[in-house]
């Protein structure tokens, strides 16, 4: 965790290769004299809620429609511990809990699924916190479409100042590409079709150089302890330590694998684990960690109380009308390059208006088949609208986890990505269709030849299919909702009788 952004500052200017002044508002504007920063976190419980199956031994039905009790399990026990400025390690292996601390520490979990507390220099963290530090999750979050200049591009667009120009994001961005070597991949997309993209290590210096844009004072990188400390102090005093717990220790060996080793060794060994966690509770640094958390007031200086608030604000480019621009800007560049879902829509559409024009091509005149005839005709215009729909969902399912990562990162406001997405999704993929749906169907079924009638089915055609996509967006957000949505529509297929 480096949380100093003067040494963010300090990387990147030896591959400026221009002088100070030909960069004044990237330099200057973000990089000022700020105080050192301090985060500690105090008494840390954790817990997550794991289903159950109440279902056992009874009639079998789908995991989806089953009612499943839950419970409580312990994944942090009383942690207490300071980061100070400068780079900090949280080494363990996986599953103990890292990911959660790190969660906890940049206010993205449910503060209901956790007690204790967690203070920047001392003070409660600003409400803004969570959008004004950067935060690299253990997934890429990018969007696959685009290449990593345009996604750093993104970033910069929505989280840096204003009054920066764009020739002053493209010079921070372009510094940025050089620092993380990503000049060869730059302009690659993240994730070709039948392609190779970019690698495993480019996105994920891509991920960084997303939150790089921010130059926070703050940056925490998640990678890939039971929740419990063993150890907290002087990575050189490591090897001793451990040796007083009766670990062998090899002669020049890493100090971080020796860690690693050994936090392994506990995980797979409850009786060692026991030990280690019993002894580092009796240590004298357990006992150092809580006077300094008790006696942090008395280290922190008036000044940095004073701007405490203001470490963390940036006048970020948050206007409503800003983020609709660069989502809808970044979504139509992404159906470009995706030609297939448009296409796909498209065809559908005509299949479909195809296949029910010809089925009621031309309809008799008559009460009777006629009219039950004409009101299954409605009945199965309506129906193929609706269910054309589907593709509305694949989009949403696959951005769901890089949304809820923008969103925790103050990229946008969630009402903002919707009306974008809503925007860029209805002509090419539902006015377009529609109409040719529309035009196909009408004239083959023996509609009324008028104008004011036609523009009339048009817009009912229109709105059945808007009604679907409303459905599909609702099932989007949650798989359970998807997988109800079926029964949903069971409602609507009723049979016409006469």
């Keep these: 965790m480096s949380d100093d952004n003067v040494d963010l500052h300090h990387q990147i200017e030896p591959i400026n290769n221009v002088q100070p002044s030909q960069t004044p508002t990237v330099t200057t504007e973000l990089r000022t004299n700020d105080p050192t920063i301090t985060i500690s976190f105090k008494n840390i419980n954790a817990s997550i809620k794991i289903p159950v199956d109440s279902n056992r031994g009874g009639f079998p039905c789908p995991s989806f429609l089953c009612w499943k009790s839950k419970k409580e399990k312990p994944i942090l026990h009383d942690l207490s511990g300071i980061f100070t400025s400068g780079m900090n390690a949280i080494l363990g292996p996986t599953g103990c809990g890292k990911t959660s601390l790190i969660e906890i520490m940049t206010d993205r ?180 960690v809580l006077d300094m958390l008790t006696n942090q007031n008395d280290m922190i200086s008036s000044t940095n109380v004073e701007n405490h608030q203001h470490l963390y604000e940036i006048n970020a480019a948050r206007s409503g009308i800003r983020e609709i621009f660069y989502l809808s800007q970044r979504t139509l560049r992404v159906v470009r390059r995706r030609p297939t879902l448009a296409f796909a829509q498209i065809s559908v559409s005509v299949i479909l208006g195809l296949l029910v024009g010809t089925v009621f091509f031309d309809l008799e005149k008559t009460t009777d088949p006629g009219v039950s005839n004409r009101l299954g005709r409605c009945f199965f215009l309506i129906i193929a609208q609706i269910f054309s729909t589907m593709t509305a969902i694949e989009p949403f399912i696959k951005e769901r986890s890089l949304f809820i990562h923008e969103t925790e990162g103050g990229y946008y406001r969630i009402w903002a990505f919707f009306i974008a997405k809503l925007l860029c999704d209805i002509l090419p993929l539902r006015v377009i269709p529609s109409m040719l749906f529309a035009l196909i169907t009408y004239f083959m079924t023996g509609f009324a030849r008028t104008a004011s009638q036609f523009f009339i089915f048009l817009l009912a055609i229109f709105i059945a299919n808007m009604f679907g996509s409303a459905i599909c967006f609702f099932a989007a957000a949650s798989i359970g909702v998807f997988c109800k949505i079926p029964l949903f529509e069971l409602n609507f297929t009723d049979v016409i009788k006469h």
């Design 109 to 288: 979990k449910d503060p209901r699924s956790y007690s204790g507390e967690v203070l920047i220099n001392g003070q409660t963290r600003p409400h803004s916190f969570k959008h004004n530090v950067g935060y690299v999750a253990q997934e890429d979050m990018f969007n696959e479409t685009l290449t990593p200049r345009e996604n750093i591009f993104f970033s910069a667009n929505l989280r840096l100042p204003k009054t920066l120009s764009t020739h002053e994001k493209e010079v921070l961005v372009s510094n940025i590409i050089s620092e993380l070597a990503l000049e060869s991949c730059a302009d690659t997309r993240m994730n070709k079709e039948f392609h190779r993209g970019v690698s495993g290590g480019e996105k994920k210096r891509t991920c960084i150089g997303m939150e790089l844009v921010l130059s926070s004072k703050i940056l925490f990188l998640d990678e890939p302890t039971t929740g419990q400390c063993i150890y907290q102090g002087p990575p050189g005093n490591v090897a001793s330590y451990l040796q007083a717990q009766g670990f062998e220790i090899p002669p020049n060996n890493n100090i971080a694998d020796i860690a690693l080793d050994v936090s392994i060794e506990a995980n797979e060994n409850d009786e060692i684990l026991k030990n280690l966690c019993t002894a580092y509770m009796n240590s004298p640094m357990r006992k150092n």
